[in-house]
């Protein structure tokens, strides 16, 4: 499973809050993914990063922001949830160029 | 732009084997992956295979890669029930980025 945690696993929020989702990885990897999977779209490529305080947008970055203050912890803001932003987050590592995803984390925006 | 396609569906009994095709425009990266997603679970890295081979067996499954044709296949001998899933074909975009097919949801009926 290539280290990788995500927290919360499930919650649900309501409209206009800040939620911020976690991603842990114990093994030093230096390329982290957020992805979103949705029906329809199949998963999409949210944000990543390459290193400490280095991140790039991915595909659908709009709402989304990120910060990566140590290796091991990629951690993903909605700065005010909406919700188009339902769905499920998946974080994401670079290991030797293959790519391993963490179990998932669901968010229902109400 | 750079896209992946895949059947949606496929079904099969118990015993045979199952084949999952998948087509892309463009590839652009070392390697081609399969991934596995059971109801309610993040994605698991079932296979992958480099660019540059033209088959990968490992015990039940086998990648086939025809570069000239941009074609990608699974092949699972031996289906089981617990091969349920859905199957997602995941190529490298030009931009280092992953292109992900939509997922073939395979059944196993008994």
């Known amino acids: 499973d290539a280290g990788i945690t995500q927290s919360p696993r499930h919650k649900v929020t309501e409209t206009g809050t800040p939620v911020t989702l976690r991603c842990h990885q114990t093994?030093?990897?230096?390329?982290m993914y957020w992805y979103r999977q949705d029906p329809g779209h199949g998963l999409r490529l949210i944000h990543y990063?390459?290193?400490?305080?280095?991140?790039d947008k991915g595909e659908v970055s709009d709402g989304y922001s990120v910060s990566r203050s140590k290796t091991e912890d990629f951690l993903l803001t909605l700065e005010s949830a909406t919700s188009s932003q339902t769905s499920v987050y998946f974080c994401?590592?670079?290991?030797?160029?293959?790519?391993?995803f963490g179990e998932g984390s669901w968010l229902t925006v109400v | 732009g750079e896209d992946v396609e895949q059947s949606l569906f496929l079904s099969v009994r118990e015993g045979d084997s199952s084949v999952i095709n998948c087509t892309y425009t463009?590839?652009?990266?070392?390697?081609l992956y399969w991934y596995k997603q059971e109801p309610g679970a993040g994605l698991q890295l079932l296979t992958y295979?480099?660019?540059?081979?033209d088959m990968k067996q490992d015990q039940r499954l086998t990648v086939l890669l025809n570069k000239k044709d941009k074609h990608l296949s699974l092949r699972i001998a031996d289906t089981q029930t617990g091969d349920s899933a859905i199957y997602f074909c995941?190529?490298?975009?030009?931009?280092?980025?992953?292109?992900f097919g939509k997922g073939t949801k395979l059944s196993v009926k008994p």
């Open positions: 295979i480099f660019s540059n081979m």
């Open positions: 990063s390459y290193g400490v305080k280095d991140t």
């Open positions: 994401a590592i670079s290991s030797g160029g293959i790519i391993y």
């Open positions: 463009d590839s652009s990266s070392t390697y």
């Open positions: 093994e030093n990897h230096r390329y």
């Open positions: 995941v190529v490298g975009g030009s931009q280092g980025n992953l292109i």
